[in-house]
């Protein structure tokens, strides 16, 4: 197991006040930085880690179904990041296999 974005990025995101004015790319929200950080890894790498943390194995394809809990994380994710300037709903799709 691990931890889940649950734990700390999804709180701090939600906390997370955006300036008013252009801001340099190291000053975004929480959750985008952590997309970005991790976009070098394999489609799907978010949705393997989130079932890691929850004692879960991999999903057998990456196009299998997700679980409720996961489709409830994946559009929370989305609104999330709908609200931002930096919107990388790319970057979110290649997290959950979707791309």
């Known amino acids: 197991t691990g931890n889940s974005v649950y734990d700390v990025i999804i709180p701090a995101s939600v906390s997370w006040k955006a300036s008013k004015h252009r801001i340099e790319d190291g000053e975004v929200m929480p959750f985008v930085s952590y997309l970005r950080m991790n976009a070098h890894m394999e489609p799907g790498w978010h ?48 997290a959950w296999g979707r791309e």
């Open 47 to 94: 949705r393997n880690l989130e079932r890691a943390s929850r004692g879960m194995y991999k999903p057998t394809t990456a196009g299998s179904q997700f679980e409720s809990w996961e489709r409830q994380l994946a559009m929370f994710e989305i609104m999330l990041i709908t609200g931002t300037m930096h919107g990388p709903l790319k970057l979110l799709a290649h």
